[in-house]
């Protein structure tokens, strides 16, 4: 076979046979090229992933058929344009190509997700720039808001909707507002965003202006921030002043709500600041005259006021005489008793009561008041109600170690010396003889008028028993007794339970020589009775060594009465016997 020239080669290897066995015209190679061109220049290119710009071509029950400027037409799922329910033919979308060809051939288009693309741009760009964005609040959630931003949930925190503190997150749901993006959460696709940062830069710039004219005195309106139990937060435009609680007013008040509410709009007058001008302190009450100015002129010590007790303490009771105007009622001052107890036992917060005013300051401005003065002083008539000698009854109000004191009526009260207690015992402390609450029968012995004392006995109510005792337990008698207690220089012995003796230490030894002690029942001689100092001595020795004398002198007695007779050998033998037995004895 003949070689084919370089010219034939060239046909058969550039020429189209798919096309000539179809019976496809051929085409003008410059033609091709310019179509070729047309259309990279006028179609876009499917492979790219990319928002693109389409109009809508036609909506059915399901799709919205949208051209792209591709070489197909794209379809979109309907349900992507709830949001726009009036969407029509010839309107704009934004879109991107999800499938670009499906099993039928058809290019899939996604306008949510371009949606979501170009938003989360937008949102990225804000939080570069700074632009202030529109948001949609569409819930409350945990700690804040929910807001649509271009299409995107972003979180509003629940101090970042105002600059003062928000009670009522409800009223802001539903509503457009105004935003700052300030944080953006790449990872978690995560968006903050905050209306509060708006407030503050226009805020900043009066705070500026405000702080720049403050001075001390000047008068100025604010708005009720923020009450705490320490006292009232002021918004003076963009600067925060503080009310304490005792410049709020001039009368006393427990908490500051019981004078301001939040939100309320009032004229507060400037006290002092720092240096900064940061913290600043007002005052409410300065912008009213104060009332002791505006007291009763004619008002004077010994007048009856009324009022309404606003504190207690301990010491005693303030008194609100006017709004504003106090007087202290000191416990000494509220009963003619002499046993000061707490104010609390005569007032309590709310009573009204009726005082009379025993001290006026009016430079100063305070007031001392007194309540029993409205009484009569129960010591004004006291020696016609209790002259000496006169028996009452009265309560055992306190003990002393020297006595007891004994109230006979509120403001009269007596004491009765420990030695006026009993006429037998010995009572070393009052707690022996009674109880405080008990009632005590007692007698006047002595009254001092200017001093306001009394002076009472209890035993001097019965007869003294010691008139008797002289009879019966007189020098020489002997009684059986019981030993009591033992004390350093002897014993104290009981006789009936009602006579007390005491028992030297040298009149204890028994006759075998040995010590009595305490417990032991025996017989005790009286060696010594005072009827004026209440004392009666007593001896056991006494009892048998009496009775030994008493031998020795009955045998002397027989041995003189012999005159010259001669003493028999027994009788000097006897005498020996028993002299011997008495020295013994000492």
Not at 172 to 188: D, G, L, P, S
Request: proline share 2%; hydrophobic share 40%.
């Amino acid at each position: 076979m003949a070689e084919l020239s370089k010219a034939q080669e060239d046909f058969l290897t550039g020429f189209n046979w798919h096309n000539y066995s179809e019976g496809i015209d051929p085409v003008d190679e410059k033609n091709l090229r310019e179509f070729e061109e047309l259309v990279a220049k006028t179609f876009i290119s499917t492979n790219q992933v990319e928002v693109v710009e389409g109009v809508v071509v036609r909506v059915t029950d399901r799709d919205v058929i949208v051209d792209i400027n591709a070489k197909s037409e794209g379809v979109i799922s309907l349900n992507e344009f709830r949001y726009n329910p009036s969407l029509k033919v010839g309107d704009k979308v934004e879109v991107l190509i999800d499938v670009r060809e499906d099993k039928t051939g058809q290019l899939v288009l996604s306008h949510k997700k371009a949606r979501i693309i170009k938003s989360w741009d937008r949102v990225i760009s804000a939080h570069d720039t700074g632009e202030i964005v529109n948001g949609f609040v569409k819930c409350r959630t945990k700690g804040g808001m929910i807001v649509d931003v271009f299409g995107i949930e972003a979180f509003l925190p629940g101090s970042q909707i105002d600059v003062k503190p928000i009670r009522d997150y409800d009223v802001y749901v539903n509503k457009m507002m105004e935003f700052k993006v300030v944080k953006i959460n790449h990872e978690f696709k995560n968006v903050v965003v905050s209306h509060k940062a708006l407030i503050e830069a226009d805020i900043e710039v009066q705070k500026r202006e405000i702080i720049g004219q403050l001075e001390k005195g000047q008068v100025l309106e604010g708005i009720v921030k923020n009450i705490t139990s320490y006292g009232v937060f002021i918004d003076l435009g963009g600067v925060d002043g503080l009310i304490h609680i005792t410049d709020l007013s001039w009368s006393r008040i427990n908490h500051p709500s019981e004078v301001l509410e939040l939100d309320q709009k009032l004229n507060v007058v400037i006290l002092d600041f720092d240096d900064e001008k940061t913290r600043i302190q007002l005052g409410l009450k300065q912008l009213f005259p104060h009332p002791w100015d505006a007291l009763d002129s004619n008002l004077a010590i010994g007048d009856k006021v009324k009022g309404k007790v606003v504190v207690i303490a301990d010491y005693g009771a303030f008194i609100e005489v006017a709004e504003g105007v106090e007087g202290l009622i000191h416990v000494s001052e509220m009963s003619w008793s002499t046993h000061l107890r707490s104010a609390q036992d005569f007032v309590k917060v709310g009573d009204q009561v009726e005082a009379v005013i025993l001290t006026l300051d009016r430079d100063e401005r305070k007031m001392s008041l007194g309540i029993k003065q409205l009484s009569q002083d129960p010591w004004t008539d006291i020696t016609t109600k209790y002259p000496v000698g006169s028996r009452h009854t009265g309560i055992v109000r306190n003990f002393t170690n020297f006595g007891i004191f004994v109230e006979l009526e509120e403001g009269i009260d007596g004491l009765v010396y420990i030695s006026d207690l009993s006429w037998t015992k010995k009572v070393k402390h009052p707690s022996e003889f009674i109880n405080i609450g008990d009632s005590m029968d007692v007698i006047v012995l002595e009254l001092d008028v200017d001093g306001r004392k009394l002076s009472l006995s209890h035993k001097q109510t019965t007869e003294n028993p010691w008139d008797k005792y002289e009879g019966t337990y007189g020098v020489g008698t002997v009684h059986s007794g019981t030993i009591t207690e033992m004390v350093d220089k002897g014993a104290t012995v009981e006789f009936g339970g009602e006579v007390v003796a005491f028992v030297p230490s040298r009149h204890l030894e028994k006759e075998d020589g040995k010590k009595l002690k305490k417990g032991d029942v025996v017989d005790f001689k009286v060696i010594e009775f005072n009827k004026e100092f209440k004392r009666i001595v007593a001896s056991h020795t006494a009892t048998f060594r009496d009775e030994e004398d008493k031998n020795v002198k009955q045998a002397e007695m027989a041995a003189s009465s012999t005159g010259n007779e001669k003493s028999t050998l027994g009788d000097i033998d006897a005498l020996a016997e028993l002299k011997a037995k008495m020295e013994k004895n000492e």
